[in-house]
């Protein structure tokens, strides 16, 4: 069975750093593309992030580049999000999804909340 | 970015009638590899999105054959023959021709 866990999630105060981290398991975590997706309290999904399979290609959304970082570590099955700089707008649900011909499974999502 | 707009934004449906929602994207979404990549997702309360059908009309696993996907080109429709009060909850359709992926506002149904 896929299983993807979503840890790392907190309130934090504005312009602090978070990392979030997706435990992989029930496939073969090396051979699969992951995304960061987050949904903000009340309002639909944002795609914040994709990893390639071997990291090689990597994009961000707009609203995150330059503060957000994606990395994965194929021999621990697990996926990151490093948040920086982060604002009152980034307050929301992320979760981690494979990719594939369509975003397949989801995790069950961790909160952030950015709020002094 | 491709701007994916769903209609209607909400659909009260009675137990056991159709429901239907289209999904219209701001251009093309056939890859040049001949592959359409649009997907439809479930998000029941409280629980993350669920991947109901991909490449417009191939149910996932697992997905109750209730659940229809039919379109071309930039016009698409999610079709569910027969409401049950488990199908509850906000659709949305999803892009993933183009980077950035995009999604379209979300469609709540709910029961009348």
């Known amino acids: 069975e896929v299983q993807l866990v979503e840890s790392g999630g907190g309130l934090v105060q504005p312009g602090g750093s978070l990392r979030l981290s997706c435990a992989a398991s029930g496939f073969t975590f090396s051979s699969y593309s992951m995304n960061w997706v987050r949904q903000a309290p009340g309002k639909g999904l944002e795609w914040v992030s994709y990893?390639?399979?071997?990291?090689?290609?990597?994009y961000y959304a707009d609203s995150v580049k330059g503060r957000f970082t994606i990395s994965r570590d194929n021999a621990k099955n697990s996926l990151y999000l490093q948040m920086n700089s982060l604002r009152a707008e980034d307050t929301a649900v992320y979760y981690c999804?494979?990719?594939?011909?369509?975003?397949?499974?989801w995790g069950q999502g961790t909160l952030v909340t950015v709020s002094s | 970015d491709i701007v994916m707009t769903q209609t209607p934004l909400s659909s009260p449906v009675t137990l056991g009638q159709p429901a239907s929602i289209s999904c219209r994207s701001s251009q093309s979404l056939v890859h040049s590899d001949g592959n359409t990549y649009l997907s439809w997702l479930q998000q029941r309360p409280g629980q993350p999105p669920r991947l109901l059908i991909y490449?417009?009309?191939n149910r996932f696993s697992g997905v109750p054959d209730r659940f229809s996907g039919s379109g071309a080109g930039t016009d698409f429709t999610l079709k569910i023959s027969r409401v049950e009060a488990e199908d509850v909850g906000v659709y949305y359709c999803m892009q993933a021709t183009q980077f950035p992926p995009t999604f379209g506002q979300g469609t709540k149904v709910e029961i009348k």
């Open positions: 490449k417009i009309s």
């Open positions: 990893i390639s399979s071997s990291s090689s290609t990597i």
């Open positions: 999804a494979r990719s594939g011909y369509a975003m397949s499974y």
